[in-house]
């Protein structure tokens, strides 16, 4: 049965309590975005190849997780909701498998080993994360029916999400210094024990303040996963949106995964302080990241004035063009990196809440044109594409770097350092622009999706 407050605007503890769900993730995607790729070539010491390797390995299994654990969650029936309950099962085990790629133990001397533990540790991380954020991002479909409840769900989401990354840039590399010393290591090893110990709590504050409030109108055991994934593919909305997740995160984990490179190798950033506890790259880091946040919080003005569709077209073109930007500016004019750094923040900003919007407005979609929610399916298929993205962009740093002659902790050739250029700036330009462009043939409009609203929460009422 629906419940009679599905409309009710949400209170501010219940939107705050589910963006710390992502600030739990963000505590490590961040962290392993900017920093693993560094940590693997240059403190755990495998080849990039390897490492490329063992990215293209690791991601596409997790990526075929994805569909397979959204069909789960959207069979699971507790007292507590079908996705809710995975934040408090999952939690621990997803604060202890990150920090084991990090622990470092002592036994790990042959290189042989360490990838080996590599491929393990990752792995299992990976199927963790899968358990727990595909069910957390589905939560979002089903904690309102209301467009403008799930708009501030997806502000305060991304709110804590980059508040989360905004932790890690600001303060990974003191910490590693703080706890490690002249030992890298064991840097990196205590300040990933301290943020997993806090994504637990905050997936536990998510579960504990959250509320499911659409139940749906089919029995899960009357429709099989295959005719879920049939009614999928068929969702056009859907397939934009999918492929654009691809582009998004192989955009963005491809410039993460080389920015430590671009500002030690490129820039000649070092450690010296420059601004009480931060280095260049921490201030760098965590400057750009507070303009992000303070993009996200422009999300409700943006919507305010342009649709969806839009607003996401055109932050995203003007995004791509400040990423190319970089590639033009010399390393000696930090003014102008640091200001286009916060250009580009403040432009990417509202784009995250604003996708998963869209999500939501394609779950609607398939609910009202098959008759059928498949919430967990919508969601973990959309986290499939991003992780497709993610696998792409992992593997290819990894295999760009080596093919450019990258050498870990050691002066760069001309060839290495603008192969570092091309991957921070060229490529994920490039890979924004073409974004952009396909989003011009997403096909629902506002005025459509506000019509399948209506006729939802009339259905829904009927159902009762």
């Known amino acids: 049965m629906q419940a009679s407050n599905t409309h009710k605007p949400l209170t501010t503890k219940e939107k705050i309590g589910y963006g710390l769900g992502?600030?739990?993730?963000?505590?490590?995607?961040?962290f392993f975005?900017?920093?693993?790729?560094?940590?693997?070539?240059?403190?755990?010491?495998?080849?990039?190849?390897?490492?490329?390797?063992?990215?293209?390995?690791?991601?596409?299994?997790?990526?075929?997780?994805?569909?397979?654990?959204?069909?789960?969650?959207?069979?699971?029936?507790?007292?507590?909701?079908?996705?809710?309950?995975?934040?408090?099962?999952?939690?621990?085990?997803?604060?202890?498998t990150g920090w084991l790629i990090f622990a470092n133990f002592s036994f790990l001397t042959e290189p042989g080993l360490k990838l080996i533990y590599a491929y393990v540790t990752f792995i299992l991380f990976k199927m963790v994360y899968t358990a727990i954020n595909v069910p957390?991002?589905?939560?979002?479909?089903?904690?309102?029916?209301s467009a403008e409840n799930r708009q501030e769900l997806g502000r305060f989401r991304f709110?804590?999400?980059?508040?989360?990354?905004?932790?890690?840039?600001?303060?990974?590399?003191?910490?590693?210094?703080?706890?490690?010393?002249?030992?890298?290591?064991?840097?990196?090893?205590?300040?990933?024990?301290?943020?997993?110990v806090l994504s637990v709590i905050c997936f536990y504050?998510?579960?504990?303040?959250?509320?499911?409030?659409?139940?749906?109108?089919?029995?899960e055991s009357a429709v099989s996963l295959k005719e879920d994934l049939g009614f999928l593919v068929k969702n056009t909305a859907w397939l934009i949106m999918f492929i654009a997740g691809i582009l998004t995160l192989t955009n963005v984990v491809l410039r993460g995964a080389?920015?430590?490179?671009?500002?030690?190798?490129?820039?000649?950033?070092g450690s010296e302080k420059v601004f009480w506890w931060m280095d260049m790259t921490t201030l760098f880091l965590s400057s750009g990241t507070l303009a992000f946040i303070g993009g996200c919080y422009l999300t409700k003005w943006v919507l305010k004035h342009f649709t969806k569709k839009n607003a996401l077209i055109g932050l995203t073109i003007l995004n791509a063009i400040g990423i190319l930007a970089f590639f033009f500016v010399p390393p000696e004019a930090t003014a102008i990196l640091f200001g286009l750094n916060l250009v580009c923040g403040l432009i990417a900003g509202p784009t995250p809440a604003i996708v998963w919007a869209m999500y939501t407005d394609v779950a609607d979609y398939g609910e009202w044109k098959y008759g059928r929610r498949a919430t967990g399916l919508v969601f973990s298929a959309a986290q499939f594409a991003q992780k497709m993205g993610i696998t792409i962009a992992g593997s290819a740093s990894g295999f760009l770097l080596a093919g450019y002659g990258y050498v870990?902790?050691?002066?760069?050739?001309?060839?290495?350092l603008l192969g570092i250029r091309i991957i921070f700036c060229i490529l994920p330009g490039v890979l924004a622009l073409a974004n952009g462009l396909l989003l011009l043939f997403y096909p629902l409009t506002q005025k459509q999706t506000e019509l399948i609203q209506t006729e939802l929460a009339v259905s829904r009422a009927d159902n009762c």
């Not at 957390?136 to 029916?145: E, L, Q, R």
């Not at 504050?205 to 029995?219: A, D, F, G």
């Not at 870990?408 to 290495?416: L, P, V």
């Open 22 to 30: 992502d600030t739990a993730s963000n505590l490590y995607f961040k």
């Open 33 to 96: 975005e900017v920093f693993l790729v560094y940590y693997y070539t240059d403190i755990f010491g495998l080849n990039p190849a390897a490492m490329g390797t063992m990215f293209l390995v690791a991601n596409l299994w997790d990526a075929v997780n994805d569909p397979i654990m959204g069909a789960i969650a959207d069979r699971t029936q507790t007292k507590n909701g079908k996705y809710r309950p995975y934040l408090l099962w999952f939690a621990i085990p997803y604060g202890l």
């Open 136 to 145: 957390y991002s589905a939560m979002m479909g089903v904690i309102s029916p």
């Open 159 to 196: 709110l804590g999400a980059f508040g989360g990354g905004f932790l890690i840039f600001l303060t990974v590399r003191p910490l590693v210094e703080f706890f490690g010393g002249e030992n890298e290591a064991l840097g990196f090893q205590m300040t990933m024990g301290l943020f997993g």
């Open 205 to 219: 504050l998510c579960y504990t303040t959250t509320k499911e409030r659409i139940v749906p109108q089919v029995t």
């Open 258 to 269: 080389v920015t430590i490179h671009y500002c030690e190798y490129y820039l000649g950033w």
């Open 408 to 416: 870990a902790n050691q002066e760069q050739s001309t060839e290495a």
